[in-house]
């Protein structure tokens, strides 16, 4: 997978598009070392990498959303409310089992849904923040 999402927003949004490139990286390096039969040794990295930068990356996000006054705000916020609630329990899990397969699993599970979030909501509000710019408001 090539893992570069241009984001166009602007000045806030140069922390949010590294933290894409980040994110992409990491979902990459989990994905390769599951497919080679390692995702226990990796999956710890994983889930620290999501747990420190999710958070604060999605509160940036709705930030700029809500500065900007984009439509889909709302709607786009629930999706992190949703990813941060099934990171909660992948954390809790982990904690509970340690690097187990079914850790593994829920968490290439939870990293699909955050690899959508960012190709879908994240783009169309790319898209939204572009056009926006361009027409020089
Ligand atoms: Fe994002
Ligand atoms: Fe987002």
Known sequence: MQGRMPLNMQEPASGIEQDHV????EIHYFQESLQAGHGVST????????????????????????AGGYPLADSHRN??????????S???TFEKEGATR????K????I???????????QAMDQFFTKKSRKGN
């Open 79 to 88: 999706s992190h409310q949703e990813i941060l609630q099934v990171l909660e």
């Open 43 to 66: 999956v710890g990295r994983a889930i620290h990498w999501l747990f420190t930068k999710l958070p604060g990356h999605f509160q940036a996000e709705e930030e700029i959303m809500r």
């Open 107 to 110: 968490t290439a599970s939870l």
């Open 102 to 105: 079914g850790v593994c699993q």
């Open 112 to 122: 699909d849904l955050v690899h959508r979030h960012t190709h879908n909501e994240d």
């Open 22 to 25: 980040e994110l992409f990286h």
């Open 90 to 92: 992948v954390v809790k």
